[in-house]
């Protein structure tokens, strides 16, 4: 069992908040407010979580600039009230970020009994192998 401290815990829910609104923002046709609150609790919450120091270490490493200058475009564009290109922007940056990651990912979905069966079928394995490879480390 993995503990958490106090902040810990509260970054957990402020991240599920977080992430709550975003979907259900865009659910709602791009709504402009939903989608605010959503870029504003998740990147709170990803604070909490993980600490202040270690949030702008990895947001403003020099080869990670530009996918932390698209994410963070993409929330202001959002705020500002362009929902749609805000939010394609951010999904771009989230890509960049977190790529490295994917690897990560891709092995524990397939670990799961009904999605790693999917996911290794003939037509879908080639394009999340393509997408589990990563050349760019973390």
């Known amino acids: 069992m993995i503990s958490l401290t106090d902040s810990q815990k509260i970054g957990m829910g402020l991240t599920g908040f977080g992430v709550f ?36 270490r990895f947001f403003f490493q ?32 989230f890509f960049l970020l977190f790529r490295g990651f994917f690897p990560v990912v891709v092995g524990f979905i397939r670990r799961i009994p009904v999605l790693g069966s999917i996911l290794n079928l003939p037509f879908i394995s080639a394009y999340v192998d393509k997408a589990g490879e990563s050349n760019t480390m973390v």
């Open 21 to 56: 609104f975003l979907f259900f923002g865009m659910i709602l046709f791009f709504d402009k407010a939903l989608l605010a609150i959503g870029n504003i609790l998740f990147v709170a919450g990803l604070s909490f979580v993980i600490g202040l120091e270690r949030t702008f």
């Open 62 to 93: 020099k080869h990670k600039m530009k996918a932390t200058s698209f994410f963070l475009g993409g929330v202001l564009v959002v705020l500002i009230g362009w929902p749609i290109v805000g939010v394609v922007l951010e999904f771009y940056g």
